[in-house]
C-alpha cells in the first residue's frame, strides 16, 4: 500500500520566515498527492495537489509543493509566513486501493510566532 | 453549496450505546468514505462506497457499519459504543469518471463524539 511519512510532528517558524514542511512518499508507482490544511474544530481543505504536468505544484494561501521522484518527497513551502497559517498540516497519497481512498501522514502542526 | 454536510457536531454516547452518523453530500459525488481521526494519528479510513448501494471495509471497519442508498448519504453506524471509538469522525466526498484521476475529496467539518 502507498504511504507518506511526514517528518516533524511540530514546526515553529517566525512570521515573515521560510515554512518548510516536509513529506516523503512510498510508492513505486507515480502517486496521487495532496497537502491539506486543517484549521482548530474544522474539517480538512484542499491546499494542492500533484499531477505529472508539472513538479512544482501552485496552491492556496501562497503554498507550493515540489514534488521530487529521485528524493520521493513532496515537501510544502511558503516564502512567509504568516499568523493564520498556524493549523495542522496533512500530506496524503492515494491510489486504485480502496476507492482512491486518501493515506494520510500523521500531520505536522506549524506554529507561528510574532 | 452546502459541500459535505455531517451531523451532528457534538455527541456524548455511554458504552454499549449506538447511534448513527449523518453525511450528506450535494455536488453528486459518487466516491464517499468515512475516517475518523485520533491525536497524533492522521486520519484512517473506516469504510468507503464508490456509488449507491455499493460499500467496501477501509483500514479500521471493527465496530461500525455503513450504507449507501442514495447517492447524496453515507450514513455511519456504531452499534455498541466503546471508548476505543472516543475520536474524530470525518466524511467526504469526491467524483471519479472512470480513468485514474487525482480528484480531490471533500470533507465535513466533523462530528467529535466520545464514549463515557
Known amino acids: 500500500a502507498q504511504s507518506v511519512t511526514q517528518l516533524g510532528s511540530h514546526v515553529s517558524v517566525s512570521e515573515g520566515a521560510l515554512v518548510l514542511l516536509r513529506c516523503n512518499y512510498s510508492s513505486s508507482v507515480p502517486p496521487y498527492l495532496f497537502w491539506y490544511v486543517q484549521y482548530p474544530n474544522q474539517g480538512l481543505q484542499l491546499l494542492l495537489k500533484?499531477?505529472?504536468?508539472?513538479?512544482l505544484v501552485k496552491g492556496i494561501n501562497g503554498f507550493e509543493a515540489e514534488f521530487k521522484k529521485s528524493e520521493t518527497s513532496f515537501h510544502l513551502t511558503k516564502p512567509s509566513a504568516h499568523m493564520s497559517d498556524a493549523a495542522e498540516y496533512f500530506c496524503a497519497v492515494s491510489g486504485k486501493d480502496s476507492g482512491y481512498a486518501l493515506n494520510f501522514g500523521k500531520g505536522t502542526s506549524l506554529l507561528v510566532t510574532p | 453549496n452546502a459541500g459535505v454536510t455531517q451531523t451532528p457536531k457534538f455527541r456524548i454516547l455511554k458504552i454499549g450505546q449506538s447511534m448513527t452518523l449523518q453525511c450528506a453530500q450535494d455536488?453528486?459525488?459518487?466516491?464517499m468514505y468515512w475516517y475518523r481521526q485520533d491525536p497524533g494519528m492522521g486520519l484512517k479510513l473506516i469504510y468507503y462506497?464508490?456509488?449507491?448501494?455499493?460499500?467496501d471495509k477501509g483500514e479500521v471497519p471493527n465496530g461500525y457499519n455503513v450504507s449507501r442508498s442514495t447517492t447524496e448519504d453515507f450514513p455511519l453506524r456504531l452499534e455498541l459504543a466503546a471508548p476505543s471509538q472516543t475520536s474524530v469522525y470525518f466524511c467526504?466526498?469526491?467524483?471519479?469518471?472512470?480513468?485514474?484521476?487525482?480528484?480531490?475529496?471533500?470533507f465535513g467539518d466533523g462530528t467529535r463524539l466520545s464514549i463515557l
Open positions: 500533484y499531477t505529472s504536468a508539472a513538479t
Open positions: 467526504a466526498s469526491s467524483y471519479y469518471f472512470g480513468v485514474d484521476s487525482n480528484q480531490p475529496q471533500h
Open positions: 455536488m453528486n459525488h459518487n466516491y
Open positions: 462506497s464508490v456509488g449507491a448501494g455499493i460499500t
